[in-house]
């Protein structure tokens, strides 16, 4: 009888280098391609659940890794989002309106919005990865769009990561939508 070679306990070698293409295939027939339609509309793919990635069309060639810390950066700001309506709802508030839509020409939408009391919650989303508020013409974008509610005479508050979790955000709410209330 052989003696049987010595078992390795040990994981097997990580590779620490990053994808350079995005290993995505047809689901169900559809095309899940980084981009594709982006430009025509809702595609097939997205009328049934499908996520497609918009196209990026800066730079000399599209990179992959800014792809993924976009969608990371555009997922934690949805977790957020969800967090702070769990808030309205355990404290009882208005139900708010989500991604309203306030002016009707540039199609900008805020985050939360109470119509009746001209009162909008916008959560900013600032993360490590980076986010559209972080960058320049992002944040030159929403300004220009908060300063379009104010003028329409929306009351808007801005609430960053930290002021949703610790509950500072729905405390100013709540006092926003009492003052609003007011004869």
Known sequence: MKPSAPVSHAPPP??????????????????????????????????????????LTSGPGVDPHELWAREAAASKRRALEELLASHIRAWGLPTPEREHRFDPVRRWRLDFAWPAFMVAAEVEGLTREGGRHQRMAGFEKDAEKYTAAQLAGWTLLRFTSRMVRSAQAIRVIEIALQRAARP
């Open 14 to 55: 990580v590779s620490t280098t990053r994808p350079t293409t995005l290993p995505l295939e047809p689901i169900d027939g559809l095309s899940a391609r980084v981009g594709e339609g982006a430009d025509q509309g809702p595609s097939e793919a997205q009328h049934q659940g499908v996520r497609v990635l918009p196209r």
